[in-house]
């Protein structure tokens, strides 16, 4: 909604402004004061380019009329140049700083945002590509940032000085300037288009290229034993070949339209240098006999040509980083507009009827028409239920129904939940949320793991806050004697020092689960959450997993979520969660039914 | 097989130039014309405005030749213009050449690899990674490369103008090329080359930090630990802006630098070519040299500043280069020498005090021994975790192992045996489906197959009619790794793709895991039937005919 709002307020203002193009326009005032600084260093340049062209054309024309020249002139000429060099340097720390800022500013924000989102930010994509976007894609403002957004500034500020300062020395000049500016400027608009075309279709070839030889290099493996590792090497070298020819034929034509305007900027100063030597000699064929300019003035023109090209030139170059910044920005709102709905509705929320009744002061949890709706759809229907303490409950249901949804409420990553949702019949806003989570073991359907030992991955976030001391030896030793891990981590050469990379280091899936349930039980937690600990398992190995949690988990109080393809038989209640709401199926019933 | 040395050679910069010399001497002859015609344009245009100037002034306009230096401006304009064009042009043109070397290099080193140890380096990120640090490294040459040699040839050109003004000004001149070409890029090159290297590794490490801790963000957070976590990763960050704050003020210090040197390079050529005269208090030129070609010298030098600024940075794409050879050179591999002994047609197997075992953990399958004659069926069974697969595996010579292994009583090594390979068809857990069509995944198996055969084989493992539902059949394009089947369908695919190999040995590693009884049944048929190979060696827990009928190894 908002979105619309900000669309229309823009093309109200007669332009339209892609969100990104916002975003960016915000986060560089974020850094306003640093851009102003910024803008000082270039008028200090473009002064300092006037005035290192006048007084070198002075020494100049001096120097070819009379073989001398004032020493004076020259070095106020050497003096602008070193100026122009200091202010290039003031210019360069302040905006490379200035995107620094702004970057390392966004980078932390995302974090942060995507440490909020919780589970929800695998909705966005996979905790790899995530960290693409926040290290490679924030990076990628940096040129706009630090050139590009400048560069505009300096685009309309030194041809207007030059403009300025040309204008009392020559009529001519200034009208040639005039002319080829507005069409240098037409050409740059129409050539960044055609690039920034040509630039996406590149890209996106060059992306497949990429995928073709990601694809083919995974399945290395299956090629090696199918003995066609030559034929595949063929096909990356034809596609190779294939997309430099197509790449090239595009690349003709965007660097044949740059080259098209290099070629009217060069050739402007050649023409400005020809009227300029033709009028010193009296020969111009509309005043002959008499020179428009003295020889001061012409060099005086001659070194400000170049320059009043160069910024356009340096812009059209510059282009890309816009490009790449906008291609970039896209990928950073999806980001932080996931899950930042304003929540205005919580205010109404508390004020509702506490729903706290007898019964619910027994139950450790309960819902009472519980439900989350987002973007108008349910994601979990209304349902009302109670777990009590030390009570084990399987959830199943289809795909898409909200099981998992409900896990994210309960471990407070989502707060926009609608209805009543307590905790030994507290209000759950109402709890200390640090509190309730250091109650709560977590085994979703791959295991968490972080790159160490195995020991470290047992400790991992245990003891050394609050005076709670680290759990010893022993406690481990019996905890993986009870999670059935003893016998395989025996094995192990290195035992409990066995480092744990993403790959699981030889272990198999069973076995990592078993390594969850002994870091559950090593909490200590009273709580347990699990999320399909099963899915990823074979029949016989799920079945055993499932056999050691319910021998380990008695008097835990759990949840656990599993397809009924993985049916939880010593589970007390089991309920059906559908797109309507909740079926609870007695125990006895649930056996039946199961048999 | 005359590329084999340079298919395994090592990379470096060097053999990146030399990867295609012809390609390569056309943009940067290209290139030096524009970069010359660049600095001339302004020299010549300086001494033919300052030499008109001073015709007019002495009276003599009518007479001066201003045709030829007026055409020699507007060439060098073109010229510079339609050089810039072309280097940009055969430039690019190189670089992608360039890249698909590199791309096929990198192939070669990851086919040289062995079996055990390919999929440590087929994770996702890391592939990701390589692909990137190729784009780098192709950047190399006209990013470092070529800036220095036009800004070299550029001085020369100029020290030829000097030459004839004043000889006694190619002293500065030497001094400021050996400034500005060498000895300012190479300090911040000093300064800062480490900053860079410290930069790239820092950006892998942190990247891997955020994927390890973020996989275990709930964990964390409930135990109220996340915080400090998140902590060490703002350090990393914090490391990382330090280095690039260090590598921007070297660059922007560095061009601070290289502006000092031409200023004083035109400070001393000025006090050279002249002496003070007191009298008018002006500094007067010596005898002899002309002013209006001094304009056309001060010009160039200006221009040839523009030249040399760009190679203050170079040391950042260097470096940046460096890692990423460093990186990709550790992928390479030394020319196995695989043997090549023949292998008759399989009859029997045997293998003696047999372990298969992985090389990370040491783990595997227990010792065992046996035999497999031709025409025989086995089943290998066990509990979950017994090894059953690493045994297939290892079987199938795809994974380490010990003992001793004979085919047709004759002893062979099988590991990685290209000659072994070639006689069996292993169907492991996970098989890999391709982003092509149907009928391309499935030619992997036989590119001479016909479509009958394929839509047979199809049949064999009851995908056809799954197939033929889809709108366009066997051309239909499977996505990424087959996210777009089911596990079951994947396997099925795969196993038909080795149907249509018909060698003679067939491991199949949990074929029927969450297949239907029908479904079951169908492949059985057709293993027992019309594919029927002359050894097959299942694991499975799930029971079927081919189960019930074959000689069970309980693990």
């Known amino acids: ?595 | 097989m005359s590329n084999h040395a340079t298919k395994t050679a090592k990379l470096s910069l060097k053999s990146l130039l030399l990867a295609n010399p012809l390609g390569f001497a056309v943009p940067v002859l290209v290139g030096i014309i524009a970069s010359l015609a660049g600095v001339a344009l302004l020299g010549v245009s300086g001494w033919f405005i300052s030499a008109a100037g001073l015709a007019s002034a002495m009276g003599s306009a009518l007479v001066f030749n201003y045709l030829t230096p007026g055409a020699i401006v507007r060439g060098l304009a073109i010229f510079r213009t339609a050089g810039r064009y072309g280097e940009q042009v055969t430039a690019h043109n190189h670089l992608l050449g360039l890249l698909r070397t590199l791309r096929l290099w990198v192939w070669d080193q990851r086919v040289a690899k062995d079996s055990a140890n390919l999929h440590e380096q087929s994770r996702g990120d890391l592939l990701q990674r390589l692909v990137s640090d190729l784009d780098q490294i192709i950047r190399w040459p006209l990013v470092v490369f070529l800036p220095w040699i036009y800004a070299l040839l550029a001085y020369a050109a100029v020290a030829i103008l000097a030459y004839f003004i004043l000889p006694v000004l190619l002293w500065p001149l030497a001094f400021a090329a050996i400034f500005h070409v060498f000895v300012v890029p190479y300090v911040c090159g000093r300064f800062a080359s480490h900053a860079v290297h410290v930069g790239q590794i820092l950006g892998v490490h942190r990247r891997s930090r955020f994927v390890s801790l973020f996989s275990a963000l709930i964990t964390l957070t409930i135990r109220g630990h996340w915080d400090d976590y998140a902590q060490r990763l703002e350090q990393l960050d914090e490391r990382q802006r330090r280095t690039e704050i260090h590598i921007q003020q070297a660059v922007s210090l560095g061009r601070l630098l290289a502006y000092c040197v031409t200023i004083i390079l035109l400070a001393s050529s000025f006090y050279l070519a002249g002496s003070f005269d007191s009298a008018t208090g002006h500094w007067a030129l010596l005898e002899g040299v002309q002013g209006t070609w001094m304009v056309g010298f001060a010009l160039s030098i200006l221009a040839v500043n523009e030249l040399v600024l760009p190679l203050v940075q170079s040391f950042v794409a260097q470096g940046q280069s460096q890692v990423g050879l460093r990186r990709l050179n550790q992928l390479h591999q030394d020319a196995q020498s695989s043997s090549e002994q023949p292998i008759k047609k399989i009859e029997q197997l045997f293998f003696k005090t047999w372990r298969g075992y992985h090389a990370s953990s040491g783990m595997g399958s227990p010792t065992v021994n046996m035999t497999i004659n031709h025409g025989e069926f086995v089943w290998i069974r066990g509990i979950s975790g017994s090894g059953k697969s690493t045994l297939l595996a290892s079987i199938a010579g795809d994974c380490l192992s010990s003992g001793e292994a004979f085919i047709n009583d004759e002893k062979y090594p099988i590991y990685s045996n290209p000659m072994y390979q070639a006689q069996l068809s292993y169907l492991p857990q996970t098989p890999y489906i391709f982003q092509q069509s149907i009928a391309a995944n499935l030619h992997l198996g036989n590119p001479n197959a016909t479509d009958e055969q394929l839509w047979g084989v199809l049949e064999a493992v009851a995908l056809a009619d799954w197939a033929r539902s889809l709108p366009n059949g066997l051309e239909t394009l499977l996505s990424p790794q087959g996210r777009n089947l089911s596990g079951g369908q994947r396997k099925r695919l795969a196993l038909a793709r080795l149907l249509l190999r018909q060698a003679p040995v067939l491991l199949l590693d949990e074929p029927f895991d969450g297949l239907d009884k029908a479904t079951i049944e169908t492949i059985c048929h057709s293993l027992q039937n019309d594919y029927k190979p002359d050894i097959l060696v299942l694991v499975s827990h799930v029971g079927s005919r081919i189960g019930d009928n074959a000689r069970v190894i309980e693990l």
Not at chain 1, 49 to 72: E, K, P, Y
Not at chain 1, 166 to 187: D, G
Request: net charge neutral; charged share 20%; proline share 3%.
């Open chain 1, 1 to 595: 909604m908002r979105k619309n709002k900000e669309a229309k307020a823009a093309r109200r203002a007669g332009r339209i402004k892609t969100p990104e193009a916002t975003f960016l326009g915000e986060l560089a005032n974020q850094q306003s004061s640093k851009y102003r600084l910024a803008q000082g260093f270039g008028v200090l340049f473009t002064v300092s380019l006037v005035l290192q062209a006048w007084a070198l054309a002075n020494v100049f024309s001096d120097m070819a009329l009379h073989q001398s020249f004032s020493l004076s002139l020259l070095l106020l000429g050497l003096f602008a140049l070193l100026l122009r060099a200091l202010a290039n340097f003031g210019r360069e720390r302040i905006c490379t700083s200035a995107s620094r800022d702004i970057r390392y500013g966004l980078r932390r924000k995302l974090v942060s945002h995507l440490t909020n989102l919780g589970p929800a930010r695998l909705r966005i994509e996979e905790d790899a590509a995530l960290s693409t976007r926040v290290y490679e894609q924030v990076d990628a403002l940096d040129d706009f940032f630090s050139r590009y957004k400048p560069q505009v500034f300096m685009v309309t500020l030194i041809p207007c000085a030059i403009l300025l300062s040309v204008a009392p020395v020559s009529w001519i000049a200034f009208l040639v300037f005039m002319m080829t500016a507005p069409l240098v400027i037409i050409f740059m608009i129409f050539v960044g288009h055609k690039a920034a075309q040509a630039n996406r279709r590149q890209f996106s070839v060059l992306a497949m290229l990429s995928n073709q030889f990601m694809d083919l290099s995974q399945g290395l493996a299956e090629l090696k034993r199918l003995k066609k590792t030559d034929e595949a090497r063929q096909r990356l070298s034809d596609s190779a070949s294939a997309y430099q020819k197509t790449t090239m034929s595009v690349l003709v034509l965007a660097f044949l339209s740059t080259a098209t305007l290099e070629l009217f900027a060069s050739l402007s100063i050649a023409m400005i240098a020809l009227y300029l030597g033709l009028g010193l000699l009296e020969v111009l064929p509309w005043q002959v006999g008499s020179s428009p300019v003295t020889l001061t003035q012409a060099l005086f023109l001659l070194l400000l040509a170049p320059e009043f090209y160069l910024p356009l030139r340096q812009l059209g170059n510059d282009y890309h980083a816009k490009q790449k910044a906008e291609a970039a920005a896209t990928d950073l709102l999806e980001i932080l507009n996931t899950g930042s709905q304003d929540n205005f509705e919580d205010a109404n929320q508390v004020a509702e009827v506490d729903y706290v009744s007898s019964a619910s002061q027994l139950s450790l949890l309960s819902f009472r028409n519980l439900s989350w709706l987002d973007e108008g759809r349910y994601r979990l229907a209304p349902i009302s239920a109670d777990i009590m303490k030390g009570e084990r409950v399987w959830l199943s249901g289809e795909s898409g129904v909200g099981k998992s949804s409900l896990l994210h409420l309960l471990l407070g990553f989502e707060e926009d939940y609608q209805g009543q949702f307590l905790i030994n019949g507290k209000s759950f806003q109402q709890i200390n949320l640090p509190d309730w989570r250091a109650k709560l073991a977590w085994l979703p359907q791959t295991p968490e793991w972080v790159n160490g030992s195995i020991r470290r991955n047992l400790l991992l976030g245990l003891g050394s806050k609050e005076g709670t001391a680290l759990p010893s030896e022993e406690d481990i030793q019996v905890a993986l004697i009870k999670s059935q891990c003893d016998e395989f981590i025996q094995a192990l050469p290195a035992g409990l020092d066995t480092k744990l990379t993403e790959l699981g280091a030889g272990l198999s899936g069973g076995q990592m689960q078993r390594l969850s349930i002994a870091r559950a039980l090593l909490s200590k937690a009273d709580v347990w959450l699990l999320d399909e600990p099963c899915s990823g398992l074979d029949q016989d190995t799920a079945q055993a997993v499932l056999d050691t949690l319910h021998l380990v988990s008695k008097g835990k109080t759990l949840l656990i979520v599993s397809h009924d393809t993985h049916p939880i038989l010593w589970a007390d209640k089991h309920w059906a969660l559908t797109k309507g709401g909740l079926n609870e199926q007695s125990r006895n019933k649930n056996r039946e039914a199961i048999a």
